[in-house]
C-alpha cells in the first residue's frame, strides 16, 4: 500500500501541506494507519512502535511481506490483519488527506514539537496521529484541565461549568472538553467568553460539526482555540470513537472534572479512563434528588474521586497542594471559661472556677490572657465578659 | 464527702431510686462525680477506672486522703483536685437525684446491662454515668445510626433527615441525634412519625427542655424513645457540653450521617469524633451554592466521609458491604459491529467489517450471536439491525 501511496503525486503534495515537517513517507504511512484501524487498536499500536509506521504498514497490507513480530502473537497478528485489509484503500488516505486540507486541518504526529506527550500515557492505545483545526501548541500548554458532563445538563451544572472553566480560562487554564451539549458546550463558551483557550476533542472527523447544533460554536473553538481528532476527516462520530475520544480527553487533561452525569453515561467512562491514567479526577456534588448529579455522586462513591465545588478546589487537584484536616484547634479550657462569663454581671474567679470546672489557677491564667485580647474586663470583686469579643 | 453522703438517709433513698440495682455508694460516688467533673474529664475518667468510683471520690475530695495515682502523675491529679474541690457540694449530688426523681429519669451506671459499650470506646473520656428518660434499653439497641445536622437547616436538608430517618426507623434502626432545630428534629420527628426509635442526646440535663421549642418534641422522645444525657438534671446546656455531647453522639452510633452541614459547626465536630472513633462516617451532598451543604462537601474532601445519597447507601455504611467499581462489562467489538450496523439497509459481512474495522470472521461470529439474541436479522445478501434491540 505504501509504494502505490508514494508512487501518486497528489498523495504527496497533500502530505507535505498536511505535516510540512516529517518525511512524506511517514506521514502517508500514519495517515494509512489511522484508515486501518479504529481509534486505540493496540495491536496497531504496538506494530508501530516496533517497526516504525511505514515498515509496519508494509507487512500489515502486502501478501508477500513476511510478518513477524517478536512481541505480539501471530495468532493476534493474523486476526488483526483481517481487520485491516478490508480498509486497506489508497483513495481512503488521499480522501482523508483531501478533506483535512479542505478545513485547512494540519496533521500532528507523535515524535514532533506539538505533539502532547501527555497521550503517551495510553501506551499501545496511544493515538497514531491527531488532527488539529486551529491552535495546535495548545494540547502541550499548561495547564489542561478536562470539564466534560451531561448532554442533558441543568441550569445548574451548566451555570458551575460556565463559572470553573470561565475562571480557570481566565487565569490562562486550557480547558478541554468534548464539544457535546450541555455541560461540554458551557464550558468551551465560557471560556471563549473571557477570551481564553479552549480545546474540543471530537468523535469523528475534524471537518464534521457534531453535534450539528454546535456548528458555530465549533468553527468558533476552530478559530480561537482548536478543535481535535485522532479519527480521519469525513469519519462519523460512532458509539466506539466516542468511548475512544473519552480516553483522549481524560490522558490530555492535567486532571478531569465531571460535572454532572448520569448513573451510566459517558462522563463516567472519561472518568474511569482518567483514574485509570492516574490523572487527578473531580466530581461536582449536586443535590441527591437530581438525576443528572447521580453519575458524580457515584464517582465519589466508586472511583475515588475528589469531590469539587469551587475553582480553587479544581486547581489543588493538579498542584497536588496536601490538604490536611483543620478542625479543632480552639483550647477546651478557654471555651468552658467563656462558657462560664456573663456579659452582665461580674462573676468571681471562684465562681467561674466552680462553673466551668477548672481550677482557680486555671482560670486566673486563663483570665489574664483574655484581658489581653480584650474578650474579659476586670469588675469589681470579679470578671465580666465583653459581648461579640469572644 | 462520700461519708457525708451516705450519712444521709434521703440521698441514699434517692440512689436507691435512681439506680435499684447497684450498691448504694457506687450511686452516690457517681453522681458525685457527674457534679465534680465537666463531661470527658479524662483525669477523673482514669482515677475512677483505677481506684472504682468510692475510693476515687475518697482520694479527690477529702484533705488527709493519700493521692497517689500509678498512672496520673501528681501535678496533673492536683490541677485536677483544684477543678474538681470548688464544686464538692453534697447538697449538688442531691439536687441532682431529686431533680432526676422529679422526672423519673434513671440512672445507667457503666458494667451494668443497660451501659452502652459502644461508649466506652471512649476511654478515660467515656461518660461516668448516663441519666436517662425513656426506654435506655435503645442504647445498646441494633443498629443505632446517627443522623445530625443543621440548625439552620434547608427544605431539602429537612426532606432528606426524614426520608433517611423514617426509612431506617421503619426497618428497626435506632435514630440518635441531639434533639436540636433543623436536621435533627427533622430525624426525630421522623422516627416517631413511623412508630420507630428514637434517642435524643442533649448538652444539659435531661430534665431541661433544650431548645424550648422542642419541649413537646423531648417529651414525646422521651415516653416512646430515650432522652439521654451525661451532665446532671439542673445542668445548662454550654458550649463545651456540646462539643462533649457531640463524642457521645458519635461514639453510639454505629455510623455517623451528616445531612446538612456549615462550613464551621456542631456537626463537623460530631463528625470528627466519629472519624477519630473510626466509625464509619457519611455525609450527604448538595448544591454547591448552598451554604448548609458546606460543611458536607468539607467532610467528603478533608474527613474522607463516604458520600451517602440514598437509605440503602446509608446502611452500607455499616454493613461493611464492598462496593466494587461496575462500569465497562460491554464488548467493543460488539459496540463497534452495532455502530456499523444499519436498520433500515441490510449490509453485507464484508462491509460491515470495513465500516467497524474488524475482520470478517469476527464480524460473522458476532453476527451469528447478535442474531440469536434477536438484535440483527439477514435480509437478502446482507445484514439490518433491529431498532430498539441493539
Not at 502541550?140 to 445548574?156: E, L, N
Not at 462513591?301 to 475528589?306: I, P
Amino acid at each position: 500500500m505504501i509504494e502505490r501511496l508514494l508512487q501518486n503525486a497528489h498523495a504527496k503534495d497533500a502530505a507535505r501541506v498536511a505535516c510540512p515537517d516529517r518525511e512524506v513517507d511517514e506521514v502517508l504511512a500514519r495517515v494509512a494507519w489511522n484508515v486501518l484501524a479504529e481509534p486505540g487498536d493496540g495491536v496497531a499500536g504496538a506494530l508501530i512502535a516496533e517497526l516504525g509506521p511505514v515498515e509496519a504498514l508494509r507487512v500489515a497490507t502486502e501478501d508477500g511481506a513476511l510478518l513477524v513480530s517478536p512481541r505480539t502473537p501471530p495468532r493476534v497478528l493474523r486476526e488483526a490483519m483481517e481487520r485491516w485489509r478490508p480498509r486497506a484503500s489508497p483513495q481512503a488516505v488521499l480522501d482523508a488527506l483531501d478533506s483535512a486540507a479542505g478545513v485547512r486541518a494540519r496533521l500532528v504526529l507523535p515524535g514532533g514539537p506539538l505533539w502532547p506527550a501527555a497521550v503517551d500515557d495510553l501506551g499501545p492505545h496511544a493515538p497514531t496521529l491527531l488532527w488539529v483545526r486551529g491552535d495546535a501548541g495548545l494540547l502541550s500548554a499548561d495547564p489542561r484541565v478536562a470539564i466534560v458532563g451531561a448532554r442533558a445538563s441543568s441550569g445548574y451544572g451548566d451555570l458551575l461549568a460556565a463559572e470553573f472553566a470561565g475562571d480557570l480560562a481566565a487565569s490562562g487554564g486550557i480547558v478541554i472538553s468534548g464539544g457535546a451539549y450541555g455541560i461540554d458546550g458551557a464550558a468551551h463558551r465560557a471560556a471563549l467568553g473571557v477570551g481564553g483557550a479552549t480545546v474540543a476533542l471530537l468523535a469523528g472527523g475534524v471537518d464534521r460539526a457534531y453535534p450539528q447544533g454546535h456548528q458555530s460554536l465549533l468553527r468558533e473553538i476552530a478559530e480561537k482555540g482548536a478543535v481535535v481528532s485522532e479519527v480521519p476527516c469525513g469519519t462519523a462520530p460512532t458509539k466506539w470513537r466516542f468511548l475512544s475520544r473519552n480516553r483522549l480527553i481524560a490522558a490530555l487533561g492535567h486532571a478531569t472534572v465531571v460535572v454532572e452525569a448520569g448513573w451510566r453515561s459517558g462522563s463516567i467512562n472519561t472518568a474511569g479512563h482518567a483514574a485509570a491514567l492516574g490523572r487527578p479526577l473531580g466530581a461536582v456534588p449536586g443535590p441527591v434528588t437530581s438525576a443528572t448529579s447521580a453519575g458524580c455522586h457515584r464517582l465519589l462513591r466508586e472511583y475515588d474521586a475528589r469531590c469539587v465545588t469551587t475553582t480553587a478546589e479544581i486547581r489543588e487537584l493538579w498542584e497536588a497542594t496536601l490538604v490536611t484536616p483543620q478542625g479543632g484547634g480552639a483550647d477546651p479550657d478557654r471555651i468552658r471559661l467563656c462558657d462560664a462569663l456573663s456579659t452582665r454581671t461580674a462573676v468571681p474567679a471562684q465562681e467561674l472556677a466552680r462553673r466551668s470546672g477548672l481550677s482557680v489557677t486555671t482560670v486566673e491564667a486563663l483570665l489574664g490572657l483574655l484581658e489581653l485580647e480584650g474578650v474579659v474586663t476586670r469588675s469589681g470583686t470579679g470578671w465580666r465578659g465583653i459581648a461579640g469579643a469572644a
